[in-house]
């Protein structure tokens, strides 16, 4: 079982920066895909950046050139490195770890706040 933990958020004002981490209880970073999702009220949750095994990174047009997905294999941590940010940014922010035969596992999640 897989366990992920993130951590990080907080209530920040508009143009500032935050770093999520999402620590995962094994070595999973160099056989699982790995991603944040997040989810605002009364809205679905939606992918916010993503990293294949292989390296690849995928973003959602809204945080392009705002928002960087890393990660420390040696740490088991996955990070997401968000600048500039907007008050739509604001929502619940989630960690998933995705293993090779496509199950999914979710971590509990981390409030970001973006407001004056």
């Known amino acids: 079982q897989v366990q992920l933990v993130e951590s990080g958020g907080g209530l920040v004002q508009p143009g500032d920066s935050l770093r999520l981490s999402c620590a995962a209880s094994t070595n999973i970073l160099s056989t699982y895909g790995m991603g944040w999702f997040r989810q605002a009220p009364g809205k679905e949750r939606e992918l916010v950046a993503t990293?294949?095994?292989?390296?690849?990174?995928r973003y959602a047009d809204s945080v392009k050139g705002r928002f960087t997905i890393s990660r420390d294999n040696a740490k088991n941590t996955v990070y997401l490195q968000m600048n500039s940010l907007k008050p739509e940014d604001t929502a619940v922010y989630y960690c998933?770890?995705?293993?090779?035969?496509?199950?999914?596992?979710w971590g509990q999640g981390t409030q970001v706040t973006v407001s004056s």
């Open positions: 998933r770890a995705t293993r090779p035969d496509y199950y999914v596992y």
């Open positions: 990293f294949t095994v292989g390296g690849s990174t």
